[in-house]
């Protein structure tokens, strides 16, 4: 490490708010699929700014969408409407199937947007304002007080309770356990399509199946939370596409973007007549115009670059090099996950081999102490591939 990169890093620790254990690196720039520390050294980058950047570093039709807008208007507030938000908002409806959308700055952001609107769909019903949401074990929805409400890990709730209240918690892929935690008061059911923090479980069919027949049945909406598992991510522009279980309420973020912080959480037009109102819930830069250029260029380049049909392609690829591994090694137990959003699960703890890989110039991350979780830009290739799993091979051999 040089003494400029021994700089920053001191520097940040002086000045930053100590709530990252990052990596003893400093990031200047990225092209394409890697990215250059301030040292000038190369890594094969596996993690896309955690599933944010699936076009890659560089691309030069998005740069300069973002530009042309920076020269227009970067900011106007929701008092006005703008053309970029008007755009993004059609485009985004027509890839996703839903019928309205709320733009927000970030996945937690809709997450908490998407609890107030099934609590005010359920508050109309009956006036009351007990309302209960059953959440799944193990998932992650953000750092915010709703979010991190129905985020079901104790540990990130426990030092901030209490939380909003009204919570249960069932298992993922475990309709029984759903079953338990319903009453008459059960206004929503949340869960990832495919959980990423909690460890890059998918959702079963037949498990999403049943929660929307029981959803149906009781009038509860079901919330999927796509932030991390949409956008193409698992050969699908979103996961839930896959089974045709559609949600009454989405949230997406992350690669929505491709940097720029922005989210959304998306409803039916049953939802959208009978929950969030005028003076209900506002951003002051949700659905700005640069943010919203970001979206229109994102899914514009997703199709014109048939990024999907990429996935499709690759992903299989990515699997079987990962089952090579996991069969070569004892150590690792089992291989998960789906398109390129995938997970190795180690018997040890997996911070040794991801410090080992960034020596030797692959960025990797980790979801949980044993799982290295694997989710690159969605522009990778077969060759990108097989340069990742030569290092890994290297890292967990060593």
């Not at 890093?9 to 003893?24: F, G, M, P, V």
Request: charge should be negative.
């Amino acid at each position: 490490m040089s003494e400029t990169m021994k700089a920053y890093i001191e520097q940040a620790e002086r000045d930053l708010l100590h709530t990252y254990n990052r990596y003893q690196i400093v990031i200047d720039r990225g092209e394409g699929v890697c990215l250059y520390d301030t040292d000038g050294k190369k890594y094969l980058d596996f993690v896309s700014g955690i599933a944010v950047f699936a076009l890659g570093y560089g691309n030069k039709e998005y740069n300069d969408a973002l530009k042309a807008q920076i020269d227009k208007v970067i900011h106007t507030s929701n008092y006005y409407y703008n053309v970029p938000a008007v755009e993004a908002a059609r485009k985004l409806k027509a890839v996703s199937g839903m019928d309205r959308v709320f733009f927000t700055n970030s996945g937690a952001e809709a997450v908490e947007g998407a609890i107030k609107a099934a609590r005010k769909y359920a508050y109309l019903k009956d006036k009351t304002t007990d309302h209960e949401i059953i959440a799944m074990n193990h998932s992650f929805h953000g750092r915010t007080f709703g979010a991190l409400s129905v985020t079901g890990n104790p540990k990130y709730r426990e030092p901030f309770e209490p939380m909003i209240g009204h919570v249960k918690f069932a298992d993922l892929n475990d309709v029984e356990s759903v079953k338990k935690q319903i009453t008459d008061k059960t206004c929503a059911v949340i869960l990832e399509t495919v959980q990423g923090e909690g460890g890059l479980f998918p959702a079963e069919e037949g498990f999403l199946r049943q929660v929307r027949d029981i959803c149906d049945e009781k009038d509860i909406l079901l919330i999927l939370d796509e932030i991390q598992c949409g956008m193409g991510r698992t050969g699908y522009m979103y996961a839930w596409q896959r089974y045709g279980v559609k949600p009454d309420i989405m949230t997406t973020a992350k690669a929505l973007g491709c940097g720029v912080p922005v989210g959304a959480f998306l409803m039916t037009e049953k939802v959208a007549q009978n929950s969030l109102a005028a003076g209900d819930h506002g951003t002051t830069y949700g659905g700005n115009p640069l943010a919203c250029a970001a979206v229109e260029k994102v899914l514009d380049l997703f199709e014109k670059d048939h990024i999907i049909e990429n996935v499709r392609e690759v992903a299989p690829y990515l699997e079987q090099r990962l089952d090579e591994l996991k069969d070569r090694y004892d150590c690792i137990t089992e291989r998960r996950g789906a398109g390129l959003m995938q997970g190795l699960v180690f018997s040890r703890p997996v911070r040794d081999i991801i410090d080992r890989a960034m020596e030797k110039g692959l960025i990797l991350i980790n979801a949980g102490a044993d799982i290295i979780r694997l989710v690159p830009p969605l522009v990778i290739t077969k060759k990108n591939v097989d340069e990742m799993v030569s290092v890994l091979d290297t890292c967990i051999g060593s």
